[in-house]
T-cell receptor, first 112, second 118 residues
Framework: GENVEQHPSTLSVQEGDSAVIKCTYS??????FPWYKQELGKRPQLIID?????GEKKDQRIAVTLNKTAKHFSLHITETQPEDSAVYFC???????????FGTGTSLTVIP | GAVVSQHPSRVICKSGTSVKIECRSL??????MFWYRQFPKQSLMLMAT?????????EQGVEKDKFLINHASLTLSTLTVTSAHPEDSSFYIC??????????????FGEGSWLTVV
């Protein structure tokens, strides 16, 4: 199956700075790449996603970039705020296998 | 948006017994459902993918006879943990979609279920 790796596992930034989280995937057939924010014991919340026919997508302070050739995609959060502190997961899915795999997670702390 | 309901939210069972967790799509037909297990401070690990009316596809290392998955209707999938042991204690979460996620269908998550085996 798909192998999704995520880095870094922990990330601390000062309020107002940017945060970048990167993921790589192994299955070249993967074509859907969402990012989730999860609080402990709660369901993941979709914050942004990108499909393989797009290289970049932005929604206010959040953006995602995709490099299909290198098989990696990244989450960019600008002007970070304390409420952005959470665990973030990337995921990948393909049309062929119809599985849905998560990365290992990044614990983001925004320091006021 | 679409709603996926998961029950129970918390369950405690004795070692050696079985426990069933239900995942329901309330306002759409879920042709595909996914079951995940998440240990504290770890990622969501895909256990199996189930398509309505067919046998679930289990990930490598997941025991089919221990984690029974049934997806008998387009709105309900169940996960039964048989002969539970303390090491099965975890957060279990389901998700559902109307079709292939890679084809553009959105995936919706249940609230999750905390299982504690004593």
């Amino acid at each position: 199956g798909e192998n999704v790796e995520q880095h870094p596992s922990t990330l601390s930034v000062q309020e107002g700075d940017s945060a970048v989280i990167k993921c790589t995937y192994s299955d070249s057939a993967s074509n859907y790449f969402p990012w989730y924010k999860q609080e402990l014991g709660k369901r993941p919340q979709l914050i942004i996603d990108i499909r393989s026919n797009v290289g970049e997508k932005k929604d206010q302070r959040i953006a995602v970039t995709l490099n299909k050739t290198a098989k990696h995609f990244s989450l960019h959060i600008t002007e970070t705020q304390p409420e952005d502190s959470a665990v973030y997961f990337c995921a990948a899915s393909s049309n062929t296998g119809n599985q849905f795999y998560f990365g290992t997670g990044t614990s983001l702390t925004v320091i006021p | 948006g679409a709603v996926v309901s998961q029950h129970p939210s918390r369950v405690i069972c004795k070692s050696g017994t079985s426990v069933k967790i239900e995942c329901r799509s309330l306002d759409f037909q879920a042709t595909t459902m996914f079951w995940y297990r998440q240990f504290p401070k770890q990622s969501l690990m895909l256990m199996a993918t189930s398509n309505e009316g067919s046998k679930a596809t289990y990930e490598q290392g997941v025991e089919k006879d221990k984690f029974l998955i049934n997806h008998a209707s387009l709105t309900l999938s169940t996960l039964t943990v048989t002969s539970a042991h303390p090491e099965d204690s975890s957060f279990y979460i389901c998700s559902a979609s109307q079709g292939s996620v890679g084809s553009g269908n959105t995936i919706y998550f249940g609230e999750g279920s905390w299982l504690t085996v004593v």
